[in-house]
């Protein structure tokens, strides 16, 4: 009997262990989604003359991503952070202009001036 309640127990105990790593997992997804869309968004929004760009997606009062672009020599550094609940993941990329231009993204100039 003792053995039933053992593995009775062992059973419950696993099965809430693998539901909460499930929620973090889910929860890490979202952020990670999140910072995705910080990225896209700035690849698309590339400014034609700041050398630099800060900006918040926020939609009802919650913030999705924080995106930092700075242009470097021959190409964009973007830094995306994703947020969900109190999860926060970070995306550096690194694009030349010539591959930015042959993914199909609209890239002002190669030459730049400072804020």
Do not use: C
Not at 44 to 73: F, M, R, T, V
Not at 78 to 106: A, P
């Amino acid at each position: 009997m003792k053995l039933i309640y053992l593995l009775a127990f062992s059973f419950i105990f696993s099965s809430a262990f693998i539901l909460a790593q499930n929620k973090t997992e889910q929860d890490i997804d979202v952020a990670y989604q999140n910072a995705k869309k910080g990225i896209y968004w700035a690849l698309s929004n590339i400014p034609g003359k700041k050398a630099k760009l800060d900006h918040d997606l926020i939609d009802l009062d919650n913030l999705y991503s924080n995106i930092k672009l700075s242009k470097e020599i021959n190409g964009v550094k973007v830094v995306s952070t994703g947020f969900n609940n109190s999860n926060v993941v970070e995306i550096t990329i690194y694009r030349s202009y010539e591959s930015l231009k042959t993914e199909g993204y609209n890239v002002p100039s190669t030459t730049w001036e400072g804020d």
